[in-house]
């Protein structure tokens, strides 16, 4: 079983959806948990970081089920802009030493 | 927020060369930056945690020897890989944490794109 797991898609849906993505780690002891876009280009970029509360940035919401060591990404009114791939990344030490699932690619169509 | 620069962006060399990728944080000292591999369609892999100072630490299945790694300043550490093979040809990127950030985000590099002909 890989640590991070998700869905690799792809994921088409025409402008003005929304669309969630889901990722299950398997190491119950993880300590920090990360979504990270990756354009065409590969360059990285941190999308926003996943509390147990749940968190929003604009139309963006991310929520962590520990008991179920389960993470997902909810985008609403999608922009053609959001067309890339989203990584779930888990920090299972808080060392820095990062583990990435394969990827979601979401392709927002007009 | 801190920024991580990697060069070069994109190589393309020949079977046997090595090529040198630099990845430096530019705006706080990192005392430890780590080197991710991706091949096409896979998720980021890391190869190796580099230590300022001292030793670098890589995964299993990395050869050390061949992906040499130096961190020889709290800005600057650098990936060469050694007698590079067409297998070779993958993404590259780097690391690293602000600790006046605490131990939460990681800032990327640009990345390097090298291809071995």
């Known amino acids: 079983r890989k640590e991070v797991e998700q869905d690799p898609g792809p994921f088409n849906v025409p402008e003005g959806a929304t669309v969630a993505f889901n990722c299950t780690y398997s190491?119950?002891?993880?300590?920090?948990f990360f979504w990270y876009r990756q354009d065409c280009r590969k360059e990285l970029k941190l999308l926003m970081s996943?509390?147990?509360s749940g968190n929003e940035d604009g139309r963006f919401t991310a929520q962590l089920n520990r008991a179920s060591q389960y993470i997902s990404l909810l985008i609403r009114d999608s922009k053609l802009s959001d067309s890339a791939t989203y990584l779930c990344?888990?920090?299972?030490?808080?060392?820095?030493?990062?583990?990435f699932g394969q990827g979601t690619t979401l392709q927002v169509k007009p | 927020g801190a920024v991580v620069s990697q060069h070069p962006s994109r190589v393309i060399c020949k079977s046997g060369t090595s090529v040198k990728i630099e990845c430096r944080s530019l705006?706080?000292?990192?005392?430890?930056m780590f080197w991710y591999r991706q091949f096409p369609k896979q998720s980021l892999m890391l190869m190796a945690t580099?230590?300022?100072?001292?030793?670098?630490?890589?995964e299993q299945g990395v050869e050390k020897d061949k992906f040499l790694i130096n961190h020889a300043s709290l800005t600057l550490s650098t990936l060469t890989v050694t007698s590079a093979h067409p297998e070779d040809s993958s993404f590259y990127i780097c690391?690293?944490?602000?600790?006046?950030?605490?131990?939460?985000?990681?800032?990327f590099g640009q990345g390097t794109r090298l291809t071995v002909v």
């Open positions: 690391s690293a944490r602000d600790p006046a950030e605490g131990n939460t985000e990681a800032f």
């Open positions: 190491n119950s002891a993880s300590q920090s």
């Open positions: 996943v509390y147990s």
């Open positions: 990344v888990v920090n299972p030490s808080n060392t820095g030493k990062l583990i």
């Open positions: 705006d706080f000292q990192a005392t430890t």
């Open positions: 580099s230590n300022e100072g001292s030793k670098a630490t890589y």
